[in-house]
Each structure stands twice: as structure tokens, then as C-alpha cells.
């Protein structure tokens, strides 16, 4: 019951995240505004053409940290799924309950292994677009998912008599 307890938290953490990203009122990344104090004027013939350039901290902070820390998660999540592959699967939620695999993870336990990991991609990126300025923290919430699925793996690798 407590395994499936904590299987069950980072689902709903991230359901709640999803929810509060459409739920807040506002457009998703707005346009960075001028600054009026960054121009510089282009001597054209006898006229100046003034052009104004926005500054570099009015730009919307780079989605590399997302796409790092999602790539991290899914090969985290992916050992984890390869190294339980048919072993005996101690959280209910991804064991087969019935048929000659009872107890192991295999189909069902697959499915549902692949639908966390799309509903914590999702759930990354759509608060990264909806949260620019956040982008870095959802980066290494990724990383720490992924380290964490990692860590898993080798621990599967270690206790499994099929490694040795």
C-alpha cells in the first residue's frame, strides 16, 4: 500500500501542476516590449532611422533546461522499465494481476509505466510554455525524476539474481 501511495504522488503532483497552468488567467508567453532605452540610430543618407532592440533580459529564458531535463527523465524512466522487465514488481499498480505473469512487471505494467512518463512530458512542457520564467526549475525537477528512475534501475540490477 505505501509503494503504491508513493507511485501515486508524482501523478497527481503534476495533474494539480497541469490544472493550475490552464486554470491562471493570461495569454501563455507574451511578447518581450521594447525598452525604449536600448536604440541606436543608423545614419541612412542625410535622415537617422532610429531602430529600436530589445534587451537580452526581456527574452523568454531558453527551453534547453526543459528538453535536458525531460530527455534525462525519459532515459531514467527507461532503465527502469528495461531492467523490470518481467521481474517480480513490488508496486501493485505495474504488476500483472492475473495470468501466468502474476506478480511481474509485463503489458499492463508497461502501459502504464509509458502513460506516466507521456503524462509527466506533458505536463512538463505545458508548464514550461505557460511559465517561462520557471523553465529552469522544471528542468531540474526532470533531472531529479530521471536520476531518481535511474537509481531504481540500478537498484534492480543489484537485487536481481538474473544480473549476476
Partial sequence: MRSALRTAIWPAAFALALLLTFAVAGR?????????????SLPVGSAKVVVLLPLEENRPPSMLPVHAGVSI??????????????????NPLLAERSGPYTGL?????TY???????????A??????????????????????????????????????YYR
Fill in 28 to 40: 501563455a508567453q507574451e511578447k518581450p516590449a521594447l525598452n525604449i532605452s536600448s536604440q541606436t
Fill in 105 to 109: 512487471l509485463y503489458k499492463t505494467g
Fill in 73 to 90: 527523465m525519459v532515459m531514467g524512466e527507461f532503465a527502469d522499465w528495461a531492467t523490470s522487465w518481467r521481474q517480480p514488481e513490488r
Fill in 112 to 122: 502504464r509505466k509509458l502513460g506516466l512518463t507521456a503524462g509527466l512530458v506533458t
Fill in 124 to 161: 512538463s512542457y505545458a508548464v514550461a510554455w505557460r511559465y517561462p520564467r520557471h523553465r529552469k526549475l522544471i528542468g531540474w525537477l526532470g533531472v531529479a525524476v530521471g536520476y531518481t528512475a535511474l537509481c531504481v534501475a540500478l537498484s534492480n540490477i543489484l537485487r536481481n539474481p
